[in-house]
């Protein structure tokens, strides 16, 4: 019986150190790098106010589109959030909100705490639109052209130097 | 020149944390009883060694020498003197030097002041002490090293991200450090003690006090962070079930499940192998939250920069650690018939255990739980409060009508409970909450549970200070504060207001019994940011009070970061707590307003609680 107790003991530690093991090599795996460049399939986002639909026409029009994708329980949306604030200042560039996997009375709360950066506000209730941009997690922002074509991806919350970044490829057309 | 300086007192450190190890074996070869003068002065010289090698960084960050790299990224020269200094240990490398410099004094005055233990017992708890700072030493140099430098010097430095530019959080590190790294002393001592068989009541007397002093600033380092999230992040809550909230909570119950454990292996000699297995989860614990946090599996504030390879080495000491700890525990553990009488303090003690075991199994598998998915299936999955409220709070009920009981019950054998006494107590806390839901107002039936058993043992530790024995007051302090803890936070969950609104400058809004009103608004220039500083006029019309309150929407030059700072009124009674934030391209600012009552008691609530540890650890020092 003790042996018995001793060897679950020891596997469960296993699993759960390979668990971390494997969440470290994570990274690698949502590292979505090749996506750039690419152009974007065919979007088809239902509009957070009404059922109204966003296709990829929608964005055409602009110089830059950046797709923040987030949700108000996403703390690490909060984070970045005043970086979206100062972005949505600069006149070359529209921010499409995508809420993810979301309620929507929590999310105009956060809207209204924080305030509201987007041009474009679409949700994505069960996160299923969201795959197909090749989203692994949020935050996350993709950078695209009037093209459509994928200029940038950003993984995580979006940083100063994220900001900068995006600040100079919109300004140097 | 301080990159050198540093790297060579790093080099010099190994090198002393080496000879002591060696030093040690050859003691423990010796025959005598006495443990080799030599190891003293190096084990002094090593400690001395570490702190200058922390002062020099704290001097590189004073003196914005921005050719080592880690000075460059966290600072810059306009940031105020406070959060220079407070910047060192701000960042990854830094405050694995705290760790270090915590590892090593722990392990000093181990060896100095237990010198009434057996030699075999502290030297091996000193080896393996010293193995840990071994290991956290190369971490510093290959890894993770402060004194890394860069060339071209950069004429400024990055700045310290603005949300930890606050004075709350350049002390919460070093007191939760305290109290996770301290625990690493009686890992050590856990594993000396298996190994030498020094077991019993003299194991639990050598160990107690270090574990007293760590939980007690655990606890305060836990608090402090929650009082940082409080008035920083802006929401008005101060616990998020946020994974790395957790990760200083689940070290802090298996803390004070070891606490508890150890009265009784104290007394009765009995839970020997129980107390050990919590003395390893600690630290364990410890070390497992520093890799979750670290490695950049969660992310939040706490995740600095990230870097696979940093990740990779703390897992695999972690893992070293852990299956030594359980090689050796298993090789020598032998079953005991510890004979224990149900209804008996021991009792009571264990059940306290219990819960700890059921709190750390429960925030454990919902902070693990995401990343399990999340590795296993590719599902991301966020375990957040509805969970850890639901099963954790229903479940406090019962806890703190046992921690109300326990006291009362004698060692070995109790007579029968006094259940008339106990009857009493029960029908004076549900008048207590009869009164607040008459006069006040009605709740949930869960939180007339709450009221009800937080009244209870609040009583009923008073009741204990009448007692004719002899009275253990760190004890009452700690039980009755945490009553305190719980009937406070009942409250100021049952009877906060919240309100949000949109005002412009010279509006009035009336919401309530309350008038908002926007008086002014002022842009003022500060050394590394400025503040549009609102004047808030808020009037309680049913007293005619008026309080002004000033929120602040700040703008960080380096790295330039827009934050909003809560204005917060507090006095005895209630909170008033506001924050601003702009409305893109209107005139309006978005106000949230929420009045918090007793939230200071909350406080002051933890701070006794943990006083009531200091407490204790003088008079356990004081009986030794």
Known sequence: MQKIIKITIILLLIFILGIFFLSLNKSSNYNTESLVGNKLGEIELVSFEDDSIFTNDDFKKNSFTLINFWASWCAPCRVEHPQLMELSKENNIQILGVNFKDKKINALKFLKDLGDPYEYLARDSNGKQSVNFGIYGIPESILIDDKLKIIKKFVGPLTNQDLNNIKEIINNL | ?624
């Open chain 2, 1 to 624: 020149m301080l990159s050198n300086t540093g790297n060579f007192l790093l080099l010099l450190s190994i090198s002393f944390t080496s000879f002591i190890i060696y030093q040690s074996f050859i003691c423990l070869k010796e025959t005598n009883d006495v443990i080799f003068k030599s190891i003293y002065k190096i084990s002094l010289l090593q400690s001395t060694t570490i702190l200058i090698c922390f002062f020099t960084l704290i001097g590189a960050f004073i003196v914005s020498d921005f050719s080592l790299i880690n000075v460059y990224q966290n600072s810059h020269t306009l940031k105020p003197i406070f959060y220079k200094i407070s910047g060192t240990w701000g960042n990854h490398e830094g405050s694995l030097l705290l760790w270090v410099i915590i590892l090593t004094i722990f392990s000093f005055l181990f060896l100095i002041t237990n010198k009434n233990h057996p030699k075999n017992y502290r030297v091996n708890t000193l080896i393996i002490q010293n193995i840990l700072i071994l290991g956290f030493l190369f971490f510093i140099l290959f890894n993770s090293n402060p004194f890394s430098s860069i060339s071209p010097i950069p004429k400024e430095g990055l700045g310290l991200n603005p949300i930890l530019q606050d004075p709350a959080l350049a002390i919460h590190p070093p007191l939760l450090y305290v109290g996770f790294v301290g625990s690493s002393i009686y890992f050590s001592a856990a594993m000396a003690s298996v190994i030498t068989n020094y077991s019993g009541k003299s194991f639990a007397q050598s160990i107690k006090s270090w574990v007293i002093i760590s939980w007690s600033f655990q606890t305060l380092g836990i608090l402090v962070g929650s009082i940082w999230a409080y008035y920083e992040l802006g929401w008005g809550g101060f616990w998020f079930w946020d994974p790395v909230e957790n990760a200083s909570l689940l070290p802090w119950f298996a803390m004070t499940a070891l606490l508890h454990s150890l009265l009784v292996l104290e007394k009765r000699n009995i839970l020997y192998f129980w107390s050990i297995i919590l003395c390893l989860l600690t630290f364990t614990l410890s070390v497992t939250g520093t890799f979750l946090v670290r490695s950049g599996i969660l992310n939040s504030v706490h995740t600095f920069a990230n870097d696979p390879s940093r990740g990779i080495y703390i897992l695999s000491f972690l893992s070293l650690m852990i299956f030594a700890s359980v090689y050796i525990l298993f090789a020598k553990y032998k079953p005991t018939h510890d004979q224990i009488n149900s209804n008996s303090k021991e009792t009571f003690i264990l059940i306290n255990n219990w819960f700890m075991m059921f709190y750390l199994i429960t925030v454990l598998l919902g902070t693990l739980y995401p990343i399990f998915t999340d590795a296993i299936s590719n599902n991301k999955i966020s375990v957040g409060p509805p969970f850890y409220n639901s099963v954790i709070i229903p479940v406090v009920v019962v806890f703190l009508f046992f921690m109300a009981v326990g006291p009362k019950v004698k060692w070995i054998k109790n007579g029968f409970l006094n259940f008339k006494d106990l009857l009493k107590i029960i029908g004076g806390a549900i008048a207590v909450n009869f009164v607040i839901t008459y006069f006040f107002k009605s709740y949930s039936l869960i939180s007339n549970l709450i009221i009800i058993s937080s009244v209870f043992l609040i009583i009923s530790t008073f009741l204990d200070t009448f007692k004719k024995s002899k009275i253990n007051f760190a004890r009452i302090i700690s039980h009755f504060s945490f009553g305190f803890l719980i009937f406070f936070i009942g409250l100021n969950h049952n009877f906060s207001i919240e309100k949000d609104f949109n005002l412009k400058l010279g509006e009035t809004i009336k919401i309530d019994n309350y008038n908002f009103k926007l008086k002014d608004l002022k842009l003022q220039q500060y050394d590394n940011y400025k503040a549009v500083i609102g004047k808030i006029q808020i009037s309680d019309l049913s007293t005619n009070e008026k309080r002004t309150l000033n929120p602040e929407i700040r703008i960080y030059n380096n790295p330039q970061t827009l934050t909003y700072e809560a204005s917060i009124k507090t006095n005895f009674f209630r909170d008033y707590y506001l924050t601003m934030s702009n409305i893109d391209r209107s005139d309006y600012y978005n106000i949230k307003f929420q009045k918090k009552p007793l939230m200071i008691w909350i406080w002051i609530s933890v701070v006794m609680l943990s006083f009531g540890g200091f407490l204790s650890f003088i008079r356990n020092a004081k009986n030794n």
